[in-house]
């Protein structure tokens, strides 16, 4: 069993900067492209920013500038820096990753829990 936990949401001024970070524990044999989505209540979910295995990212034009999406694939983690927060991006971050177990063939869509990041003055 594969399961993805994230951390470091929470509450912070227009301006301000959190770090998120999603673990990946498990019967892991390898892990794929790494993902960060959002999703505001009643609204479809959004995706940020994206990371490959070789360290390729991309991300969503709202953020670009402002978030840097970072892996360590020695620890099975990524990493969401968001800078010069702004209110609109108060939302649920939820990691995914397309995860090949020990005891599978294929790479698995695998879903984190979310965390909430709320940005208010």
């Known amino acids: 069993q594969v399961q993805l936990v994230e951390s470091g949401g929470g509450l912070v001024h227009p301006g301000g900067s959190l770090r998120l970070s999603c673990l990946a524990s498990?019967?892991?044999?390898?892990?794929?492209?790494m993902y960060w989505y959002r999703q505001v209540s009643g609204k479809h979910r959004e995706l940020v920013a994206v990371?490959?295995?070789?360290?390729?990212?991309n991300y969503a034009d709202s953020v670009k500038g402002r978030f840097t999406i970072s892996r360590d694939n020695a620890k099975n983690t990524v990493y969401l820096q968001m800078n010069s927060l702004k209110t609109e991006d108060t939302a649920v971050y939820f990691c995914?990753?397309?995860?090949?177990?020990?005891?599978?063939?294929?790479?698995?869509?695998?879903w984190g829990q979310g965390t909430q990041v709320t940005v208010s003055s």
């Open positions: 498990g019967s892991i044999f390898s892990i794929n492209g």
């Open positions: 995914n990753a397309e995860i090949k177990t020990s005891y599978g063939s294929d790479y698995l869509s695998t």
């Open positions: 990371i490959t295995v070789t360290g390729r990212t």
